[in-house]
C-alpha cells in the first residue's frame, strides 16, 4: 500500500511539473544575445567610364579675333578639369557659328561655316594644317590641347560680306544633332548615351530664328531621352552684367550691342555657368567649368552589399593621414575622402566617388571597397547574423 501511495506521489509531482513548466521563466532558453565579430571587408566594383560630347560652337565673325586667342592659350586649364579622370571618356569638337539671314538672304560670302558640319582639327607644328581622322579629340589622342586650342583659333572672317554677321548659335548644334549627324565629317563624334555640354563661344547673342532658350534645351534633353542630368550649357560671352557699349574700346559685343539673355537662360535652365570673356580670371573661370564639367559627369555612386563598422577605420599606408571606416582603393593608390575624392553615406550604404578625381589608365577601373563590417554571432547557437 505504501508503495501504491508513493507511486501516485510521484506521479502527482511529475505532472505539477510539466504543468508550470510553459510559464515558468526561469525553464525558458536563454536571452539571444549578439556579440561584434570583426572580419576584413572587400567588395570589387567594375566601374563604367562615363561619356562626355563636349561642342564648343565658335564664332568666327569679324570681331572675335582677340577672344579665339585667347581662349587657344586658356584650353589647357579647361581641358584638364575631366581629362585626369581616366573615367571620363571625352569627345571634345568644335562646331562653326551659321548665318542663315547672311548667307542664305544676303549671299554672304560663307569660307568656313557649313551648317552643322564640326571643324577639322588644326596641328600647330604644322602651321595649322588640317588632321585626317576624326574631327575631335579625345584625352588619349597626342597633343590634345594644342590641336583642339588651335581649331578653337579659327580665325575671324575679314573683308566686306564675308562671313557670319547675324550670329546663331542654336542652329548649327541643332543640325549636328539631327539632319548632320551622319555626314561623314562628323561620324563617331555624337554618343547616343553620352552627357552632352555645349559651349557657345561668342560677343554676340544667338540669332537664330524661331527658338528660344526653353525650345533649345527642350531639343537637347530630347535627344538624351528626356534625361536633363546629361544636358549642360556653359556659354563663354560677354554677359548681361557687363558694362560695355557697342563703341567701347573695352571688350565690346558684336551687333547693336545686344546682350547674351538667350544664351544666359540655357545655362540657367542647364545648371551651367557663364565665362566672361572681359575677365582678367578668364582662363580661372574657364577652369572651374572644366572640374564642374567632372564633378556631374564622372560622379559614380556604389552601393555596398555589407555594412561597414564605422567605429573601425582603414589607414592608408602610403598616407597615415587618410583613414576612413570604408577605403577606395585602385590600383596605384587609395582616394582620399577629407579630400573630398569619395563620401560614405551610412544610411544608404553608398560610397559615391567624386568625378573631380586624378585617375590613370593603369589604375583600372575596378577598384576594391575595404571595411569592417558588423557581424553579429548568437552566443547561445552560434549562428551568424549580419545586418
Not at 88 to 94: A, L, P, Q, Y
Request: net charge negative.
Amino acid at each position: 500500500m505504501k508503495k501504491f501511495f508513493s507511486s501516485i506521489l510521484a506521479l502527482g509531482v511529475i505532472a505539477s511539473l510539466a504543468a508550470c513548466k510553459a510559464q515558468s521563466p526561469k525553464m525558458q532558453g536563454p536571452v539571444q544575445s549578439f556579440d561584434p565579430v570583426e572580419e576584413d571587408g572587400i567588395e570589387q566594383v567594375e566601374l563604367e567610364p562615363q561619356q562626355l560630347d563636349v561642342v564648343f560652337v565658335m564664332d568666327n565673325s569679324s570681331s572675335m579675333g582677340p577672344h579665339q586667342k585667347l581662349i587657344q592659350q586658356e584650353i589647357p586649364k579647361f581641358v584638364h578639369g575631366f581629362k585626369r579622370n581616366a573615367l571620363i571618356d571625352s569627345h571634345v569638337m568644335v562646331l562653326p557659328i551659321y548665318d542663315k539671314r547672311g548667307f542664305e538672304e544676303e549671299k554672304r560670302q560663307n569660307l568656313v561655316n557649313p551648317l552643322g558640319i564640326l571643324l577639322a582639327l588644326k596641328d600647330p607644328a604644322k602651321n595649322g594644317a588640317a588632321v585626317d581622322g576624326p574631327r575631335f579629340v579625345t584625352r588619349d589622342t597626342p597633343r590634345m590641347e594644342d590641336l583642339l586650342g588651335a581649331t578653337l583659333n579659327m580665325g575671324a572672317s575679314k573683308g566686306q560680306g564675308v562671313g557670319p554677321r547675324y550670329e546663331e548659335m542654336f542652329s548649327p548644334v541643332i543640325a549636328l544633332l539631327s539632319q548632320t549627324q551622319d555626314a561623314p565629317e562628323n561620324a563617331g563624334a555624337i554618343r547616343a548615351n553620352a552627357h552632352l555640354v555645349v559651349i557657345p563661344v561668342t560677343d554676340a547673342e544667338d540669332s537664330t530664328e524661331g527658338w528660344n532658350a526653353q525650345m533649345f534645351v527642350d531639343f537637347l534633353v530630347s535627344k538624351k531621352g528626356g534625361n536633363k542630368a546629361k544636358v549642360a550649357v556653359h556659354p563663354v560671352i560677354i554677359p548681361s552684367t557687363e558694362p560695355v557699349t557697342k563703341d567701347s574700346n573695352h571688350c565690346p559685343r558684336d551687333y547693336m550691342n545686344m546682350a547674351p539673355a538667350k544664351l544666359e537662360t540655357a545655362a540657367g535652365l542647364t545648371g551651367g555657368q557663364f565665362v566672361n570673356l572681359c575677365k582678367a580670371d578668364f582662363g580661372e573661370k574657364l577652369a572651374e567649368v572644366g572640374i564642374l564639367i567632372a564633378e556631374s559627369v564622372g560622379t559614380q555612386p556604389i552601393k555596398l552589399k555589407g555594412v561597414p563598422d564605422e567605429n573601425r577605420v582603414y589607414r592608408d599606408e602610403k598616407n597615415p593621414d587618410n583613414t576612413s571606416s570604408v577605403a577606395v582603393r585602385f590600383k596605384t593608390r587609395d582616394l582620399d575622402a577629407k579630400k573630398g575624392e569619395y563620401f560614405y553615406d551610412p544610411n544608404t550604404k553608398t560610397v559615391t566617388l567624386s568625378g573631380n578625381i586624378e585617375l590613370t589608365p593603369e589604375d583600372g577601373k575596378k577598384p576594391k571597397i575595404l571595411y569592417t563590417p558588423i557581424n553579429f554571432t548568437n552566443l547561445g547557437t552560434k549562428k551568424l547574423e549580419q545586418k
